[in-house]
Nanobody, 124 residues
Framework: QVQLVESGGGLVQAGGSLRLSCAAS????????MGWFRQAPGKEREFVAA????????SYADSVKGRFTISRDNAKNTVSLQMNSLKPEDTAVYYC?????????????????WGQGTQVTVSS
């Protein structure tokens, strides 16, 4: 079992920045590919970013590429999402997730463990 707890969400103006963090406990954190997903009201949960177990490779949704950066610290059992140049369409609940895959995966059903989510609201 892996327990995931997100933090860092909040209200920010368009063009601003936020940094989300996800703290993991339980089984070996470095054994998991980690991902961030988001879900806006009335929409399906969508992939945002993911990072390999080593942290050497990352993947991003086209909508956030160049604005968001995912990183991890295996010594501290944390994964972060730095979000810059935020837009109103980035407003959503953001979820941290863990996957036992060897390679990066971007679909929700591939992830085994999920956090409770943190709200990000970007005002125009």
């Amino acid at each position: 079992q892996v327990q995931l707890v997100e933090s860092g969400g909040g209200l920010v103006q368009a063009g601003g920045s936020l940094r989300l963090s996800c703290a993991a406990s339980g089984r070996t954190f470095s054994s998991y590919v980690m991902g961030w997903f988001r879900q806006a009201p009335g929409k399906e949960r969508e992939f945002v970013a993911a990072i390999t177990r080593s942290g050497y490779k990352t993947s991003y949704a086209d909508s956030v590429k160049g604005r968001f950066t995912i990183s991890r610290d295996n010594a501290k059992n944390t994964v972060s999402l730095q979000m810059n140049s935020l837009k109103p369409e980035d407003t959503a609940v953001y979820y941290c997730a863990a996957c036992s895959s060897i390679t990066i995966v971007t679909t929700t059903y591939d992830y085994d463990y999920w956090g409770q989510g943190t709200q990000v609201t970007v005002s125009s």
